[in-house]
């Protein structure tokens, strides 16, 4: 579903990598945590699979694309494949809760009936039926992120990829989302979510992608979040 | 469904840029008023050659008696050096430029000149006082100079005199206003352009939050730059359509009320020379909307 093959990522010539000959394959249905500190390269590996960058040198495949050959005017149709969760929620504060994810199948044509149908399936899967005529601002910070989701995989991508999803949340509420995704993961979606929150890791118990310095350190079936610090 | 989606945009972004879209409308419709002022004087200079150019006549003068001219020192025009003009300009080498000769004779001269004289200065004088004209009509007005070289110096000419001169003083002062018109309207397209530009830029920054999601979630790079660009083009032709209104309203008012009331002999040019103009203003507008936003949306909302 996702594979890179020796892939690395320079921004500027002459700095260090941000991503150095990385070699990773994950298979469809797999929930796969990416973990590292801050600056290790997990969000440029999140961009390259994305098609937001591209790589310096190595080859990507994601979805049955190679990336490498994969013309800008093609990109959308890969992200149609990808649904992407962020740690701010990028909600849009002035459609409700219902509109927000009519966006997303909106903005890539689908039509009125698929909409109606879709969305309030989705809203109920995410747990906010009821919910759908509220405004971002009035629900908390784990309904946004539920919101996001719902939104991410309302056109049912195979590939999920989450950016530190849990973030914002307290550790309650993080629980309930990776419940969430975890649920998400069952029906055969990928999932490859970086994050920086050891207790889910832990607890989750999945296979584990650790980055260090942009190198791979680490790539560990049921795996916890930090070997040397457990 | 995605045609709604990207009006809906269009009105939401219009709606909340209302004051930038109004400025770029405004700055438009100054622009193109030019634009379209610009190229209605030159019509009105193309519509008053035609009309002028296709009546007059190059005067050919001939030696009256007692002129004071070195060429009619031999005295007034003798009929043998009339033929011989009309023999020059009938059968010598600028008879393709001649459509037609008419002799006036001295009555006929006389005649014309007591029939526009309404102060009497000319009461005193007779036919014989006069010497005939003669009115040449040429195939092409703007080859004046060579029938007037032609003719010039022949004996029993006292002089050659193109009508067209009255005019060009006229003509040059309304070219001079087309080009003064066109420079204004050029620095005016220019600032309209910039204008467009900034108006794209800030309704572009103001939605990045959706065009993000538009682009994650897999929306083609020309559905999320469509609306801005309808936005701009909406704008500008509002300009448009402002210009085209006041063009119209004006040529109503200034030319076919007033100038041609004050001013009856010229031939002008009328409200519907306006509708010739108003598709190209129209144009001009979608293209300064659709220049601006290539230079700005690729760097705004990138896939």
């Excluded at chain 1, 949340?169 to 994050?195: E, H, K, Q, Y």
């Excluded at chain 2, 994650?216 to 085209?244: H, N």
Aim: charged fraction near 20%; glycine fraction near 8%.
């Amino acid at each position: 579903m996702i594979r890179l093959d020796n892939v690395s990522k320079v921004y500027t010539r002459g700095a260090r990598p941000a991503l150095d000959a990385i070699d990773v394959e994950i298979e469809r249905g797999d929930f796969v945590f990416l973990v590292g500190s801050s600056g290790s390269g997990k969000s440029t590996f999140l961009k390259l699979v994305l098609r937001e960058e591209r790589p310096t040198n190595g080859d990507i495949w994601v979805a049955g694309r190679h990336l490498n050959r994969l013309s800008s005017w093609r990109v959308p149709h890969l992200r149609r494949e990808i649904g992407a969760v962020f740690q701010d929620f990028r909600l849009l504060p002035n459609k409700t809760v219902y509109q927000n994810v009519a966006f997303a199948l909106q903005v890539i044509g689908k039509s009125k009936r698929d909409i109606k149908q879709n969305v309030p399936e989705m809203l109920e899967l995410v747990g906010l039926a009821g919910k759908e005529r509220r405004m971002p601002h009035e629900l908390s910070g784990g309904e946004q992120q539920r919101v996001a989701i719902a939104r991410a995989f309302v056109n049912h991508p195979p590939i999920l990829l989450c950016d530190e999803p849990t973030g914002n949340l307290d550790p309650g509420t993080s629980v309930g989302i990776m419940r969430l995704l975890d649920r998400i993961n069952r029906t055969g979606t990928t999932v490859l979510m970086a994050t920086h929150d050891d207790e889910i890791v832990d607890q989750m118990r999945k296979r584990v992608i650790e980055l260090k310095g942009g190198h791979l350190v680490r790539d560990q079936d049921r795996g916890v979040y930090g070997l040397e610090t457990v | 469904m995605r045609l709604q989606f990207v009006f809906g945009e269009v009105w939401n972004g219009l709606r909340r840029n209302s004051t930038m879209a109004l400025s770029v409308a405004l700055v438009t419709f100054v622009s193109l008023t030019f634009v379209g002022a610009a190229a209605l004087t030159q019509m009105q200079v193309q519509q008053l050659k035609d009309a002028w150019y296709g009546k007059v006549e190059v005067s050919i003068f001939l030696c009256p008696p007692d002129s004071y001219e070195e060429n009619c020192a031999a005295g007034p025009v003798t009929e043998a050096q009339t033929d011989d003009i009309v023999a020059v300009l009938e059968e010598g080498n600028v008879s393709d430029l001649v459509e037609s000769v008419y002799v006036e004779t001295r009555e006929e001269v006389y005649d014309s000149i007591v029939a526009a004289d309404d102060s009497g200065v000319y009461s005193q004088l007779e036919p014989e006082d006069l010497a005939p004209v003669m009115r040449v009509k040429l195939t092409d007005p703007e080859e004046f100079q060579v029938v007037a070289d032609a003719t010039a110096g022949l004996p029993g000419v006292e002089s050659v005199y193109d009508q067209r001169e009255v005019f060009d003083d006229l003509f040059d002062f309304l070219n001079a206003a087309t080009i003064v018109a066109a420079a204004l309207a050029i620095v005016m397209m220019v600032t309209a352009m910039l204008l467009i530009t900034t108006t794209i830029r800030l309704s572009a920054l103001s939605r990045r939050r959706e065009t993000t999601i538009m682009r994650m979630v897999g929306s083609s790079r020309s559905l999320i730059q469509l609306p801005f660009m309808l936005e701009g083009a909406v704008a500008a032709t509002g300009g448009a359509v402002l210009a085209i209104a006041g063009l119209f309203f004006g040529t109503q008012y200034l030319v076919e009320g007033w100038l041609t009331g004050s001013i009856s002999w010229v031939d002008y040019i009328g409200r519907e020379d306006v509708w010739s103009v108003a598709p190209w203003l129209v144009l001009i507008a979608v293209g300064l909307a659709g220049a601006a936003s290539l230079l700005t949306l690729n760097r705004y909302t990138r896939a």
